[in-house]
């Protein structure tokens, strides 16, 4: 199992921007998806952005355009860079990471955004 600690969550105002990261603790076969997926009060837990060992990224159609996936695979680390933050996007940010065979191998504790308008 991998452990991962997530930081940098926080309260911005609309139109602004905040950074993710989320350090993996574990082999590089059990990382080698690493993802983000957010939950909104009331909503179900969606999937934002992955990116596999070869920073080849996938983004939902909601956060395509504004916000960045990347990953430092020297440090076991997933960054979320979100630019032009709206109210919905208010919602408790949780990093996963899977094996190349998709078995999820972590969950990070979350962290929570809040976008003001």
């Known amino acids: 199992q991998v452990q991962l600690v997530e930081s940098g969550g926080g309260l911005v105002q609309a139109g602004g921007s905040l950074t993710l990261s989320c350090a993996a603790s574990?082999?590089?076969?059990?990382?080698?998806?690493m993802g983000w997926y957010r939950q909104a009060p009331g909503k179900q837990r969606e999937l934002i952005a992955t990116?596999?060992?070869?920073?080849?990224?996938n983004y939902a159609d909601s956060v395509k355009g504004r916000f960045t996936i990347s990953r430092d695979n020297a440090k076991n680390t997933v960054y979320l860079q979100m630019n032009s933050l709206k109210p919905e996007d208010t919602a408790v940010y949780y990093c996963?990471?899977?094996?190349?065979?998709?078995?999820?191998?972590?969950w990070g504790q979350g962290t929570q955004v809040t976008v003001s308008s």
């Open positions: 990116i596999t060992r070869a920073g080849n990224t």
């Open positions: 996963n990471t899977r094996s190349e065979y998709l078995s999820i191998t972590g």
């Open positions: 574990g082999s590089s076969s059990s990382v080698f998806f």
